[in-house]
């Protein structure tokens, strides 16, 4: 493994660009794998934890999780993905799976063979594309706001993808902001929190990264979801799927009946629903968040 921080100097400077926000606990670091330096804040010691964080955020959405699940007894990692955060990718382009190549890279990199998954948003993609090609690097998985990739498609969930047009079409500078508004968190972020999501988007190269990743990993991924790539395949790591509750496209019954023949696809297979939250459940409710993944990872086996 190869760490180290940015510019050059030795890891827990403040000389991260721009800075990083406030998060009590967490070391930091920059891991070499060809083609990538990967930011990736870690906390604790243990039965390793990878958290893999959604759009348009990074590590600082699991501030409010990591923690806890450390302090159980994991060692939490949690990447900025490509075109994400702090991390620098040598090549700007995306394929259908390349943060999960990406994931992989840095899994080896700091000699992590098999650990528990808590991925949300863009980061469940790349968790559940890790679950079918790489099961035995997948102790269980929780994958939150993304449904299975066995799901039978419905109309009903056209609206999770109202978003894409004009993220497809994002150019530098444009605002972010509107992701977070009541239509995808049920509790308001405050001013301070969506800053500090969207700080980092002021580097050129993540700003340039938001319509190379929808062309070229979410949109695949989303045909693949629709036209069941994946029933073809067996779903091998305990996983969990979690909703919020006020997620209107993944409404309770609408989640339940596309994972309906979950048995038929998935060796172990359960759905959970979290009160008062929406698409960022891990911003709107961070406990529930928690309580659902320690009890997911002590139910191995």
């Known amino acids: 493994m190869n760490a180290f921080a940015p510019r050059g100097e030795p890891t827990g400077t403040t000389t991260w660009s721009p800075p990083l926000p406030d998060a009590p606990g967490f070391e930091h670091s920059m891991i070499e ?11 604790g010691e243990g039965d390793p934890v990878v958290m893999l964080h959604g759009f348009p955020q990074h590590w600082w959405e699991w501030r409010r999780v990591a923690p806890v ?3 159980e007894g994991h060692r939490v990692i949690c990447p900025d993905l490509r075109g994400s955060g702090w991390t620098y990718a040598a090549n700007p382009g995306f394929g259908p799976e390349t943060q999960m190549v990406d994931v992989v890279a840095v899994l080896d990199a700091l000699g992590v063979e098999r650990a528990h998954f808590l991925c949300h948003d863009m980061g469940a993609i790349s ?17 939150l706001s993304v449904p299975p990739g066995f799901m039978e498609f419905t109309p009903k969930i056209m609206p999770a993808f109202a978003h894409m047009p004009a993220l497809i079409m994002h150019r530098e500078g444009r605002s972010l902001r509107g992701l977070f ?31 190379s ?18 029933k073809r395949m067996r779903l091998l790591p305990p996983t969990l799927v979690v909703f919020g ?33 929406a698409h960022f459940v891990v911003d ?18």
Do not use: K
Not at 284 to 301: K, M, N, Q, R, Y
């Open 181 to 211: 508004g009541p239509r995808y968190a049920a509790r308001p972020m405050s001013d301070a929190t969506v800053d500090a999501y969207l700080a980092v988007h002021g580097r050129p190269e993540v700003a340039r990264s938001v319509a």
């Open 245 to 277: 509750r006020a997620d209107g496209p993944f409404a309770e019954p609408t989640a339940r009946r596309i994972c309906r023949n979950s048995d038929a696809h998935a060796d172990r297979f359960e759905l959970a629903f979290v009160e008062d939250a």
């Open 127 to 143: 968790g559940m594309q890790l679950s079918y090609r790489h099961p035995e690097r997948v102790r269980t998985m929780v994958q």
């Open 33 to 43: 794998t060809p083609g990538l330096r990967t930011h990736v804040a870690s906390i």
């Open 69 to 71: 699940i450390a302090a």
């Open 284 to 301: 709107d409710a961070p406990d529930a968040v928690t309580a659902l993944a320690l009890d997911w990872f002590a139910s191995e086996g």
């Open 213 to 230: 990743m929808y062309r070229g990993m979410v949109v695949p991924m989303s045909m693949r979801l629709m036209t069941g790539v994946y």
